[in-house]
């Protein structure tokens, strides 16, 4: 009977949860992993919510997988950092239009010790050459995000056989950018990690940044609406109101303001 | 040794400060794997004590495959609720994806086969005498099968504890079918991975403390009432 009541009881307390409401009152936001971690979001969607009147809900992967979400209809926009991929996107009909929201830089960072000497080279391509020739061990994301396609954009200037060095020297993680430098950290390894992770990333041991500065490293950011006349369920109204929001003279302007540790993190595209 | 002492002072400290996020985190965790174990369990006790109990064409099939289903993936099963839920797959309709629901839905694949699986088993192995007499007896399908359920009910038990401690532990397959979208699907699991790959690695052990500690103290609770039961019944 004891038992019987708990069940009973097990079951009205499960049917009774109040999860959040399924409302129509929030868009997907699908968007990369530096700008959540960083915590852009967290500084910039209290301040849209606030005066929008809706919620907008950010899923945090690579690149690659967030085209991927527009593309399965999944996202009501997305935030991106790979320019020829985003063109691809909305070329295929999958986007509106791509614009340029803010930008930062990627940079190199390895060992503070920097046992293959790249630290006093001036471009990235001389530098992952120095690696190559040095077999120093390098972590690549290898998960086709916005930072991996612009490492092998860089390796490719550096005219390094790839497939000749995985699994010796060259490494693939096949992760986001923090489990990549996790795993930097733990082998003495250099990577590609984009400025703003790198400074929210608490995990940073030993590691300094050891080249940057190259216009080779320009890492802009884009915002594209998904477009509802492949995917009708696309909330245009409210994931145009966000976007002309981030793309305003306030929005860049709170792009602008957000600091981590007194340092800016993204510099909008336009200055407000 | 520094890692360890400092995700502990942590725990307390995060225990101590009544986070409202926090605190949300550890609910939503909760009702989500509570949630999905109590269906599985619906469903997955009078499955399992039925395929324990009558003879049909397919039964060994049926068996081996709950039991070789106890190992699912959870990444899998994620993905393959991903594309069921996606826009683009058959149930897209619904707008399912990235919410609580479909966590439930997700963890209750993962859990029906262990607690069919383990409920199977007990009723397979309780004394062949209560079932004979029961057959004699011409008892209806169904009070057989709640008498059986009934007479195993501690292995029971522990079956339904083993489906919620897979449940409130997966990573992979909320992370894909909920988003990790904070507020709304972020979960104890999720929350750890996150800040694993913030590197912020003692706050992450610290989370990982607190989970253990709630699945702890769960586990001391329904021990002590199955106890009182056990005692009431002897």
Same mark, same amino acid.
């Given at each position: 009977?004891?038992?019987?009541?708990?069940?009973?009881?097990?079951?009205?307390?499960?049917?009774?949860?109040?999860?959040?409401?399924?409302?129509?009152?929030?868009?997907?936001?699908?968007?990369?992993?530096?700008?959540?971690?960083?915590?852009?979001?967290?500084?910039?969607?209290?301040?849209?919510?606030?005066?929008?009147?809706?919620?907008?809900?950010?899923?945090?992967?690579?690149?690659?997988?967030?085209?991927?979400?527009?593309?399965?209809?999944?996202?009501?926009? &997305?935030?991106?950092?790979?320019?020829?991929?985003?063109?691809?996107?909305?070329?295929?009909?999958?986007?509106?239009?791509?614009?340029?929201?803010?930008?930062?830089?990627? &940079?190199?960072?390895?060992?503070?010790?920097?046992?293959?000497?790249?630290?006093?080279?001036?471009?990235?391509?001389?530098?992952?050459?120095?690696?190559?020739?040095?077999?120093?061990?390098?972590?690549?994301?290898?998960?086709?995000?916005?930072?991996?396609?612009?490492?092998?954009?860089?390796?490719?200037?550096?005219?390094?056989?790839?497939?000749?060095?995985?699994?010796?020297?060259?490494?693939?993680?096949?992760?986001?950018?923090?489990?990549?430098?996790?795993?930097?950290?733990?082998?003495?390894?250099?990577?590609?990690?984009?400025?703003?992770?790198?400074?929210?990333?608490?995990?940073?041991?030993?590691?300094?940044?050891?080249?940057?500065?190259?216009?080779?490293?320009?890492?802009?950011?884009?915002?594209?609406?998904?477009?509802?006349?492949?995917?009708?369920?696309?909330?245009?109204?409210?994931?145009?109101?966000?976007?002309?929001?981030?793309?305003?003279?306030?929005?860049?302007?709170?792009?602008?303001?957000?600091?981590?540790?007194?340092?800016?993190?993204?510099?909008?595209?336009?200055?407000? | 040794?520094?890692?360890?002492?400092?995700?502990?002072?942590?725990?307390?400290?995060?225990?101590?400060?009544?986070?409202?996020?926090?605190?949300?985190?550890?609910?939503?965790?909760?009702?989500?794997?509570?949630?999905?174990?109590?269906?599985?369990?619906?469903?997955?006790?009078?499955?399992?004590?039925?395929?324990?109990?009558?003879?049909?064409?397919?039964?060994?099939?049926?068996?081996?495959?709950?039991?070789?289903?106890?190992?699912?993936?959870?990444?899998?099963?994620?993905?393959?609720?991903?594309?069921?839920?996606?826009?683009?797959?058959?149930?897209?309709?619904?707008?399912?994806?990235?919410?609580?629901?479909?966590?439930?839905?997700?963890?209750?694949?993962?859990?029906?086969?262990?607690?069919?699986?383990?409920?199977?088993?007990?009723?397979?192995?309780?004394?062949?005498?209560?079932?004979?007499?029961?057959?004699?007896?011409?008892?209806?399908?169904?009070?057989?099968?709640?008498?059986?359920?009934?007479?195993?009910?501690?292995?029971?038990?522990?079956?339904?504890?083993?489906?919620?401690?897979?449940?409130?532990?997966?990573?992979?397959?909320?992370?894909?079918?909920?988003?990790?979208?904070?507020?709304?699907?972020?979960?104890?699991?999720?929350?750890?991975?996150?800040?694993?790959?913030?590197?912020?690695?003692?706050?992450?052990?610290?989370?990982?403390?607190?989970?253990?500690?709630?699945?702890?103290?769960?586990?001391?609770?329904?021990?002590?009432?199955?106890?009182?039961?056990?005692?009431?019944?002897?």
């Amino acid at each position: 009977m004891l038992i019987r009541l708990l069940t009973l009881g097990a079951l009205a307390l499960a049917l009774s949860v109040s999860l959040p409401a399924r409302g129509e009152d929030f868009i997907v936001v699908a968007s990369t992993t530096s700008t959540e971690n960083s915590g852009l979001f967290g500084h910039l969607l209290p301040i849209f919510e606030a005066q929008a009147g809706f919620d907008v809900r950010v899923i945090a992967v690579g690149t690659g997988a967030a085209l991927q979400y527009g593309r399965r209809c999944d996202a009501d926009v &997305v935030l991106v950092h790979a320019p020829v991929a985003e063109e691809e996107f909305v070329a295929a009909g999958y986007g509106v239009e791509r614009h340029p929201l803010m930008h930062n830089d990627f &940079v190199i960072v390895g060992p503070a010790a920097d046992p293959a000497g790249i630290g006093g080279l001036d471009t990235a391509a001389k530098a992952l050459t120095r690696l190559s020739e040095t077999e120093a061990p390098f972590v690549s994301r290898g998960d086709d995000s916005g930072t991996h396609k612009k490492e092998l954009s860089l390796w490719e200037s550096s005219e390094t056989n790839l497939a000749d060095a995985t699994g010796r020297w060259y490494r693939e993680a096949g992760a986001g950018m923090g489990p990549t430098l996790n795993i930097a950290r733990g082998m003495d390894a250099y990577t590609l990690t984009d400025r703003g992770t790198w400074l929210s990333f608490g995990n940073r041991g030993d590691m300094k940044i050891l080249l940057e500065g190259d216009p080779a490293l320009f890492n802009p950011y884009g915002v594209i609406r998904v477009n509802a006349e492949r995917c009708p369920n696309v909330k245009t109204d409210m994931a145009q109101a966000f976007i002309d929001w981030l793309l305003s003279d306030a929005g860049q302007q709170q792009i602008a303001n957000f600091r981590l540790a007194g340092q800016p993190l993204f510099t909008p595209h336009r200055q407000p | 040794m520094g890692d360890f002492s400092d995700a502990i002072v942590l725990m307390f400290r995060l225990l101590g400060s009544g986070d409202q996020e926090l605190l949300g985190i550890i609910a939503l965790s909760l009702q989500i794997s509570f949630s999905a174990t109590v269906l599985a369990a619906v469903i997955g006790l009078p499955l399992g004590a039925a395929v324990a109990v009558f003879r049909f064409p397919g039964r060994g099939f049926i068996s081996a495959t709950l039991n070789a289903f106890m190992g699912l993936p959870p990444v899998v099963v994620g993905l393959l609720v991903y594309l069921g839920l996606s826009r683009a797959g058959p149930l897209g309709e619904l707008g399912l994806l990235f919410t609580p629901q479909a966590m439930i839905v997700t963890q209750t694949i993962l859990v029906l086969p262990i607690i069919a699986a383990l409920t199977r088993q007990t009723i397979a192995d309780l004394d062949g005498d209560c079932r004979e007499q029961l057959m004699a007896l011409n008892t209806p399908p169904r009070q057989m099968i709640f008498t059986l359920l009934w007479e195993g009910r501690f292995s029971v038990l522990t079956a339904i504890l083993a489906g919620f401690g897979r449940a409130i532990a997966e990573v992979g397959a909320v992370l894909i079918v909920g988003g990790n979208i904070r507020e709304v699907t972020r979960v104890m699991t999720t929350t750890i991975a996150l800040e694993t790959s913030k590197g912020n690695l003692a706050l992450a052990m610290a989370l990982g403390l607190v989970l253990l500690l709630i699945t702890l103290l769960l586990n001391l609770l329904v021990t002590s009432l199955r106890n009182a039961a056990a005692r009431q019944y002897a």
